[in-house]
């Protein structure tokens, strides 16, 4: 059968049977699409040389030259063409030290990791070359190493992840032998960058359920390769409303947050990390975990540092977990209300609510209704509509009217001084006046901080 590609592929494809050479679409895009699912990126592999290949188009960068890999970039497309090769020794578990060129797309096959990636489609004629019974596994939902797995593994370690990512994304299973080399050189993984392993992890973190890949890194040992401090919460039991121990309440969680949303999804994975080293038990024998929120802030931040993600991601996720314990009650105060919207900070209230629920979903591994958290967010939504001040560059004043009118000099009382208003504010929103504002500033300036101010003196 014939798959639907656009028409510009297809034209792609011929420019190199015109030049006399041959072309296949490979990889991961026909997996997609013989699989029914959505191609993003389209890789072809070729016998003409780089070289080649730069002269049949115009736009041609090499971005894996060495490896005989180059990008055409092609009707809007930015496509990757690889020349058939043969692959060298692997001494980095990582790429081949060398490759050897060679005419024949069987060869070049051979060389992939799985039988679902190693499936080549001619677009102009729609023959399917599946050397390796690709489309079998395919059927079969099964997750296959070509060969030998663990050579498959000692070549590029971080194959092993792939194919908990593949188990994840596809909702395949991983046949025996290969979870078998994946058990066997798993310890490979500590040879490969962290940023290689973040990659990943964020594709992990995207699928359906995540948690699919995180049992499948648990079964083989990964997971005490690479995040040992989540494998250490396997066996941590919980209470109350809980029906799983801690990892596999983690692993819920993560499942429950938005496939999209990845700050979200990584905090549902974390956020209980630092139940196993606060455990406690009450006087009838109840786990007790106070503060664990704080110490699974340092133990994420250590693991997002560790993987190298940016620091305005660190910053938001960690957020997120240290806030995720807030017990709102129906007796709050709206000045408690504001206080918390304050210390949350307007911009995270959305995504901490997201991770209540994905936390409450963790709980017993389905949706929860939260009709308190209902309740919660219509108060903060009609507080929010109220304009009200959460930050000190919300209030009406500032320091420099401060200082030129009320006389307080510039430094850390100041800043004490804004740090007042604002909690004034919190309590009292109609105090919210220049005028009210320099008034009770200049007096909790004079009452408590002037005869202690060293920059009056």
Known sequence: MRYKVDKSLIKFSQQFNDAGYACYLVGGAVRNLYAGLPVSDYDFATDARPDDVQRLFKRVIPTGIKHGTVTVLYAGHNLEVTTFREDGEYTD???????????????????????????AYDLVTGVLLDPHEGKADLERKLIRAIGVPSERFQEDALRIMRACRFAAQLDFIIDDDTLAGMTEKAENLRAVSAERIRDELEKILKAEKPSTA??????????????????????????????????????????????????????????????PSVINWDELGIPTFHSHELLSVSISRDIIQRFKFPKA????????????????????????????????????????????????????????????????????????EAENAFRISDLKINGNTLQKDGGIPRGPALGKVLEFLLESVLEDPELNNEEKLLEIGIKFYSERLKQNDRSTQ
């Open 214 to 275: 995180f049992r499948v890194m648990e079964k083989t040992g990964i997971l005490k390769v690479i995040l040992p401090e989540l494998a250490s919460c396997r066996g941590v039991d919980q209470k109350g409303y809980h029906d799983f121990d801690v990892l596999d309440h983690m692993l819920y969680s993560c499942d429950g947050a938005p496939p999209e949303n990845a700050e979200v999804r990584l905090a549902a994975l974390l956020h209980d990390i630092g139940k």
């Open 93 to 119: 578990s990582r790429r081949p030290d060398n490759v050897q060129f060679t005419p024949s797309i069987f060869e070049d096959l051979k060389r992939r990791d799985f039988t679902i990636n190693s499936m």
């Open 313 to 384: 991601f660190e910053k938001h996720v960690l957020l997120l977990i240290e806030q995720h314990m807030f017990h709102y009650q129906n007796e709050w105060t709206d000045s408690a209300v504001r206080r918390f919207i304050a210390r949350v900070g307007v911009e995270n209230i959305k995504n901490l609510f997201v991770l209540r629920r994905a936390d409450q979903f963790g709980m017993r591994g389905s949706k929860i209704l939260p009709l308190n958290l209902i309740e919660f967010q219509k108060r903060i939504e009609a507080i929010l």
